[in-house]
Antibody, heavy 115, light 107 residues
Framework: EVQLLESGGGLVQPGGSLRLSCGVS????????MSWVRQAPGKGLEWVSA????????YYADSVKGRFTISRDNSKNTLYLQMNSLRVEDTAVYYC????????WGQGSLVTVSS | EVVLTQSPPTLSLSPGDRATLSCRAS??????LGWYQQRPGQAPRLLIY???NRATGIPTRFSGSGSGTDFTLTISSLEPEDFAVYYC?????????FGRGTKVAIK
């Protein structure tokens, strides 16, 4: 059974950093592309970042480029999102999703950026 | 970036009604379009991938059609659990983009 479990969210001040983790089971992390999608309170879905399963290429939304870094540790079956220089507008629930079609999603991790 | 415009923003219908949701892309995305359902307090769920293919476990009352720039999600007969927000998303080009959603509400 495929499972994705995010962790690492919390309250952080503007300008601070946070690292989200997405532990996966039921499939081989290295073989599939993975993505992060966020949802601000009461708003729609926003794609944030992706990492290719084939060659590890990474992609970012303009809103986070230069501040966020996606990575994975295949030995730990874990996907990461390192978030630096956080802004109030980064406040959202962050979901990890499996595959190019986002066939499976985690339950989400809330990140609140506030002073 | 590819802008996805969903219409209508809200659809007020009754159980048993047919729902027709539209998603229009600002440029061609071929058939690289998916539909997702999100119920309150839950993560999104994949319904349709590559424009017309039902995901695993999705009931046959959900169907998708279209290619290029115009896409449609149809729910043939609404069940109580179908009242939710629906998003389309393209994976033809980077950055990936979502539409702003259509809320299917109980009339």
């Amino acid at each position: 059974e495929v499972q994705l479990l995010e962790s690492g969210g919390g309250l952080v001040q503007p300008g601070g950093s946070l690292r989200l983790s997405c532990g996966v089971s039921g499939f081989t992390l290295s073989s599939r592309s993975m993505s992060w999608v966020r949802q601000a309170p009461g708003k729609g879905l926003e794609w944030v970042s992706a990492i290719s399963g084939s060659d590890g290429s990474t992609y970012y939304a303009d809103s986070v480029k230069g501040r966020f870094t996606i990575s994975r540790d295949n030995s730990k079956n874990t996907l990461y999102l390192q978030m630096n220089s956080l802004r109030v507008e980064d406040t959202a629930v962050y979901y990890c999703a499996k595959g190019g079609d986002y066939e499976y999603w985690g339950q989400g991790s809330l990140v609140t950026v506030s002073s | 970036e590819v802008v996805l415009t969903q219409s209508p923003p809200t659809l007020s219908l009754s159980p048993g009604d047919r729902a027709t949701l539209s998603c229009r892309a600002s440029e061609s995305v071929g058939t690289y379009l998916g539909w997702y359902q999100q119920r309150p307090g839950q993560a999104p769920r994949l319904l349709i991938y590559e424009a017309s293919n039902r995901a695993t476990g999705i009931p046959t009352r959900f169907s998708g059609s279209g290619s290029g720039t115009d896409f449609t999600l149809t729910i043939s007969s609404l069940e109580p659990e179908d009242f939710a927000v629906y998003y389309c998303q393209q994976r033809s080009r980077w950055p990936r983009t979502f539409g702003r959603g259509t809320k299917v509400a109980i009339k």
